[in-house]
């Protein structure tokens, strides 16, 4: 069975159902690739800070086109602009508030997540492949609540929520919170525990695609 | 007190073969790119260079890592799109990589500038990165143990500077740059704009004790 044959959630649609669960008031950072898209969808009347690790609070929409600062940019070296409020400060500064439980929520992607909260997302196995850890590690450890944001399998179909990681860890026990094209689950101390379905997919057709068993 | 250096060339001129070289910058924001030509031509090589990237396309730590110039990458964040010099060196075995959590990187330089021994933090426990260091356990959670990252040489990049090597910054191009500069024996600072007067006390973000030289260079990247 093949994901396109279920009805899937677009990249958007799952920015869109994350952003639903970041509360009003929330300090966020938000990881490089799809988990920027998340800034996009944040349900009207509540306010939510961006944290960029490069030093910015209050990251703002996309700059119209010929109006970029090419000094203002994001972690994912995106052109950014700056929100109401916003401040900029130094590296170690950023990272303090990183590690320093500062930050309320972080959206990271994933390459694998095991049902014991395990996070893979810095390195595969592939030893020619430089690593890049960037500022995944320092996130995880400080961030007390981390959302992983990503497709429920590889492109071949093998799967990515496993029962332990096969990759290189970033951190240990450390996801809260899996948001997939077919289902959002809760890493709970007996493992995988099913939040809700993407509508038109069943337990079934999810757990098939899932190494560690979904508890409901 | 003056500080000012009259061009690039005299500014980088003290940078000698085999130097541990920090250069700030994230992405393409706040990269002393002046400074590093005139490192590209001034010659020095067998460098170690600590930056949170290890360049992009073909400017930058790039063009140092094409003219074979770089002996070792200390960086978190080596790959990124367009790093295909840094890539090339290393597939060929021709530049060593550290890689360092971006936190833990800041962390080392800023110990590094402040005088201390190193420091203890949870990033990277239990994984690949912690290997065959120190670690402890502290009220039930695990820690790394992790020293000072000082350098030989920095090459930074603000937005304003003063006489006496003062120094702010303009929005994400600040990063790594404050913090290097505490950190090198010797910081060389690429301005954008030289102020003639002193900068208001109040807006300095590096205090000129820690910069050694400043330059103007006013192309923004």
Partial sequence: MSVMTMNALDDAQLAARVAQDIPDGSYV??????????????????????????????????PEPGTEDLELIDASKRYVTAAPGAAFFEHSDSFAMM??????????????VAENGDLANWATLDETYPPAVGGAMDLVVGVPTIFVMMRHVNRDGSPKLLKSCSFPLTGLGVVSRVYTDLAVLDVTPEGFRLVELTDGCSLEEVQAMTEACILT | MDKRVKDLERAVAPVIDGASLMIGGFGSSGIPFGLIDALLEQGASGLTVISNNAGAGETGIAKLLKAGRVAKVICSYPRTPGSIWFEKRFE?????????????????????????????????????????KETRVIDGRGYVFEQPLPADFALIRAERGDNWGNLSFHATARNFNPVMAMAAKHTIAEVRELSNDPLDPESVVTPGIFVKSVTEFEVRL
């Avoid at chain 1, 590690?99 to 694998?112: E, N, S, T």
């Avoid at chain 2, 080392?108 to 420091?119: D, E, K, M, S, T």
């Fill in chain 1, 99 to 112: 590690r320093g439980g500062h930050i309320d929520i972080a959206v990271l992607g994933a390459y694998q």
């Fill in chain 1, 29 to 62: 950072n938000l990881g490089i690739g799809k988990p920027t898209y998340v800034s996009a969808h944040v349900p009207k009347g509540r306010e939510v800070i961006f944290h960029s690790e490069n030093g910015m609070l209050g990251v703002g929409p996309t």
């Fill in chain 2, 92 to 132: 060929a075995g021709e530049v060593n990589l550290e890689v360092v959590p971006q936190g833990t990187l800041a962390e080392r330089i800023r110990c590094a500038g402040a005088g201390l021994g190193g420091f203890l933090t949870p990033t990277a426990y239990g994984t690949q990165l912690a290997e065959g």
